[in-house]
């Protein structure tokens, strides 16, 4: 005898399905996500600097090369130290380079200091001293990747770019690729996705940039995503598939004690704080170890960070 419910379930089976099929159409394509993102990132935003009018891009472009690898709380008080000293790419591009190193403080990362004096630079011999508004010219700037290029052509000016940073790729691994973690580099097929979910209208494509950073560094994150707080939960194929462990390879994390990258940055506290250049004897009290201190100071002055005098002095760069 034939059940009185095959047909139904059959027919449940098949919506299902279709639904399931429509929602995964839509994740690939966002429009399923636009309003959503766009929606939520309009109520909880955060106040910051230079997300403000008055931030103009110069501002933008600060904090952007501030907040790579840098966490917010971090960055905000150095970055107002910055721009009340430095409001515009010709003031800074006027000072020697080692005063950007100096007012760099400990964010980390100080190459991020030199490179963003050398763009200061460009920007005032090439462009007047107006950050560019077209992305090819941004990317020609020194120390400006893709990233940041499509992230002041977005943010400062409200331009359609696909912005990948580390929170909106582990957005787009979850809700849409149905992985807990995207891989450790940037892939084409990360790039070509991003493009495939940017809106069409230009200010909502810049809107859902910020959104997508937002979320994942408010509520998407790394070790405690909040789902029950996500906009987008309901469509997220992670969620859907029971939120799976992670597969890939293991992920990355930066040591920081012991390394050159902890004895580069007392060597650089040191000639921060100095006034005039400083004695090789005194860096010599920074680290016991001679071989390491010896090639993290190298390896500063290899990068420009630091500039050797006669009579085995140091200071900061002044060219």
């Known amino acids: 005898m034939t059940s009185t419910h095959a047909i139904p379930s059959a027919l449940t089976s098949a919506a299902e399905n279709a639904s399931a099929a429509a929602s995964a159409a839509e994740a690939t394509d966002g429009t399923g996500l636009h309003g959503p993102v766009t929606d939520w990132f309009a109520e909880h935003a955060r106040d910051l600097p230079w997300r403000r009018p008055e931030a103009g891009a110069w501002g933008v472009m600060v904090s952007e090369f501030m907040l790579q690898q840098t966490p917010v709380s971090r960055v905000l008080p150095v970055y107002e130290q910055w721009l009340a000293r430095w409001p515009r790419p010709a003031d800074l591009a006027a000072e020697p380079p080692g005063e950007a190193v100096r007012a760099w403080g400990r964010l980390g990362y100080p190459r991020r200091a030199l490179r963003l004096h050398a763009a200061a630079s460009a920007i005032q011999e090439r462009h007047g ?152 004897g005194v860096l010599d009290a920074v680290w016991d170890e001679p071989v390491q201190r010896a090639r993290a100071l190298d390896g500063l002055v290899s990068d420009g960070l630091v500039e050797p005098l006669g009579g085995g002095r140091y200071r900061l760069p002044h060219s």
């Open 129 to 280: 001293g107006d950050v560019p508004r077209e992305h090819a010219q941004l990317l020609a700037l020194p120390g400006v990747g893709e990233y940041t290029a499509a992230a002041v052509a977005s943010f400062a000016y409200g331009q359609r770019h696909a912005v990948l940073d580390t929170n909106v790729r582990r957005v787009f691994a979850r809700a849409v690729t149905g992985r807990q973690y995207p891989p450790n580099a940037t892939t084409a097929a990360e790039r070509k996705l991003a493009r495939a979910l940017l809106p069409e209208d230009e200010n909502l494509a810049a809107r859902w940039a910020a959104g997508t950073m937002e979320l994942g560094a408010l509520v998407c994150t790394a070790r405690g995503p909040e789902c029950h707080r996500c906009p987008i939960a309901a469509q997220c194929a992670w969620q859907q598939a029971g939120s799976p462990a992670h597969e890939g390879p293991p992920r990355r994390t930066q040591a920081y004690a012991g390394t050159d990258r902890q004895v580069r940055g007392k060597l650089l506290a040191v000639l921060r704080e100095a006034v005039t250049p400083v004695p090789q």
